[in-house]
DNA sequence: CGCACTAGTTATAAAACTAGTGCGGTGCTTTATT
């Protein structure tokens, strides 16, 4: 079979883009995959192809609802009418209509937490499964441990279903997600296929400032002196909307994107972004997956993120369309401060574990047992997961390295904020990549010809003002 | 843990201190009773 035929015939492409047909191959060769793919390498293809080519449907485990809604309606859009995505967007009666007729879709999206039903499990049992898609597999590392049990539940669904090839789809792979993803989604003998990482037209840049009111200042200097469109980090949601509304008043367009806001707020801002209608955004770390926004020309992180690999995400959804951009962070001392307590806050204590297991042996519901012992719902979630498999020292021992673990990655974070040596290397060598490769616009520590990125003028606030920044920058690399 | 904010104190009028308090990220899922 000639599959770059394949690939013109349905998509209309002439070629694979780098590592795509590899992965294909394998699918089709039935082998678990790991593919390890750069933001924007077209990594939906790598399962809807194969899907085509193969007997059966294709189930794909998504994050959020909101990114498999995205991808039903584009590839609706594309002509593929047998693609549905199972969960709470459905009413009880649609989504016993789906269930009931799930061998009518080729393409199935779901959620992690679904499939931990057993009523849902039944259905899929029943179905001939092509391929299971594990899409973002990093989130297995980043969510499953402390926030998202059902991720690391993926495995129990394995087992009682007669399961076809895995495919795992990431960006972000370091030590810990190499080990996780085969772990967890029992693979057997995986192949790995990865494509560097290297972001090279991004240029990283930290800056050491002394105070918040300073961050402000520099941001308001920036925003109004360059152009976006662009993404501030912030690490709270309170922050975020301070920020935009500082922006607001000097005029910039602007507005705060985080978890506390409205599902409908949320999808209108991210389409006026979208559109071209916002020029910045100041988000907390909520604003991301599923943003395929190819123009976003900085993402400067007004706090620190919790650990290299979030931090690496974040600064790549800059520059997607491949013309230079800028990542910036700024940090002031004892920032890390703040994030230690967010990672932290939310892993249950021992106290907590043991008083919630006693309340529990002495007979008492759930939901009050978490109340009293002051678990959080995430933090009873995950006490949950763990007491279905492991004693209580386990789970003890688990939760303390677990705490552990996370403060060695924010210390890796942190020592990339201070590192004098090349930022880009950094962060490179964490994926396990090496790179000696010579960029005239690398990092703050690699004599960045800085001074001409700072200050590249915003001519106006009008919608030319993309452009003329493209051309900028462009003339600029010379 | 540390920052921002508030209420109370001082000592006789306004402002400057102090002690106490609150706050701090990611998302999936809810089919049943008065």
Redesign the pocket.
């Known amino acids: 079979m000639n599959l770059t035929e394949e690939l013109q015939r349905r998509f209309g492409y002439t070629e694979f883009r780098p590592g795509q047909q590899e992965v294909i191959e394998h699918v089709l060769e039935g082998r678990d995959t790991i593919a390890v793919l750069p933001t924007g390498m077209g990594k939906s293809l790598c399962y809807q192809l194969p899907g085509y080519l193969m007997n059966g449907s294709v189930l794909i485990v998504s ?5 498999m809604e995205d991808q039903v309606a584009q590839m609706r859009k594309n002509g593929e009418k047998r693609v549905v995505a ?4 459905l ?3 649609e ?1 016993e209509k789906v269930i009931r007729q799930l061998d009518h879709f080729k393409f199935i999206f ?2 992690p ?2 499939l931990s ?1 057993r009523t849902v499990v039944d259905y899929f049992r029943k179905l001939q499964l092509a391929l299971i898609v594990v899409d973002e597999a990093h989130c297995i590392s ?2 499953g441990f ?3 049990p059902d991720y690391l539940r993926l495995g129990d669904f394995l087992k009682i279903i007669d399961r076809p090839p895995i495919l795992a789809l990431t960006a972000t792979a370091d030590q810990k997600v190499m080990f996780d993803i085969p772990y967890y989604l029992q693979m057997r003998s995986p192949v790995v296929e990865r494509q560097s990482l290297d972001r090279k037209n991004i240029c990283y840049s930290v800056i050491r400032l002394k ?3 300073e961050k402000m200042a520099w941001i308001k200097n920036r925003v109004s002196t360059t152009t976006g469109p662009g993404i501030i980090y912030t ?4 922050r975020s909307d301070e920020l935009a509304k500082e922006l607001q008043s000097i005029g910039v367009s602007c507005q705060s994107y ?3 806001k409205e599902q409908d707020d949320r999808s209108i801002i991210q389409s006026q972004f979208y559109n071209g209608e916002l020029d910045w955004i100041c ?4 604003f991301g997956m599923g943003i395929h926004i190819g123009n976003i020309r900085q993402v400067i992180h007004e706090h620190m993120p ?1 650990t290299v690999a ?1 931090y690496s995400q974040e600064v790549g959804r800059a520059g997607r369309d491949g013309l230079p951009s800028v990542a910036t962070l700024l940090y002031m001392q ?1 920032d890390e ?2 994030t ?8 249950p204590k021992e106290e907590q574990v043991r008083y919630y297991n006693n309340l529990l042996i002495d007979g008492m519901a759930p939901e009050e047992a978490a109340k009293l012992a002051g678990l959080s ?2 933090g009873k ?1 995950v006490i949950d997961y763990y007491m279905e498999r492991f004693e209580v020292v386990e789970i003890i021992e688990k939760l303390l390295s677990l705490a552990e673990e996370k403060n060695t990655e924010l210390q890796t974070m942190l020592s990339l904020i201070v590192t004098t040596n090349c930022i880009r290397k950094n962060i490179l060598s964490y994926f396990g990549e090496e790179s000696n490769l010579k960029i005239p616009q690398c990092c703050s520590n690699c004599s960045l010809p800085e001074m001409e990125w700072l200050t590249v003028e915003k001519p106006s606030m009008n919608k030319h003002a993309i452009m003329t920044w493209d051309e900028r920058i462009t003339k600029l690399l010379g």
């Open positions: 994050p959020l609802v909101s990114l199972l969960n709470s967007f009413s009880y009666s989504r779901v959620s937490e679904m039903r980043q969510w402390d926030f998202r105070s918040s009111i690490s709270s949601r309170k985080h978890a506390g988000a907390t770390n909520a919790s979030d004892s401060q703040l230690s307590f967010i990672i932290q806050t939310d892993i719902e995430t979630r």
